[in-house]
């Protein structure tokens, strides 16, 4: 099971930017995508994940409003699309697969990981 994650970048407060993370080698029907993001010197924290049954996605209040998490019609392939984007939303963003959950929200639900991305918010 691969995890890819592309699209991190520095992009000025207010700004957007959309991350994608593709799946390979999985083919469970149940599990959820999400995301979590590191910042330096902090834990990985959850900010979405989408459930692979249904396609209902759900948002760290912390982000809820700015970011949307979408997948493509194959499951496979996940879009955060992070708007309105703030300096606190810096960090290195990872997506990972949970195996036979709907949805997610711990580190250790999580069993296959992504190698990061990197988001800065900065002017």
């Known amino acids: 099971v691969q995890l890819q994650a592309s699209g991190g970048g520095l992009v000025p407060p207010g700004g957007s930017l959309r991350l994608t993370c593709t799946v390979s080698g999985f083919t469970m029907e149940d599990h959820a995508i999400g995301w979590f993001r590191q910042a330096p010197g902090k834990e990985r924290e959850w900010v979405s994940c989408?459930?692979?049954?249904?396609?209902?996605?759900y948002y760290a209040n912390s982000v809820k409003g700015r970011f949307t998490l979408s997948a493509n019609n194959a499951r496979n392939t996940v879009f955060l699309q992070m708007n309105s984007l703030k300096p606190e939303d810096t960090a290195v963003y990872y997506c990972?697969?949970?195996?036979?959950?709907?949805?997610?929200?711990?580190?250790?639900?999580?069993?296959?990981w992504g190698q990061g991305t990197l988001v800065t918010v900065s002017s």
């Open positions: 990972g697969l949970a195996p036979g959950y709907h949805a997610a929200i711990k580190v250790h639900d999580y069993q296959y």
């Open positions: 989408i459930a692979s049954s249904d396609g209902s996605a």
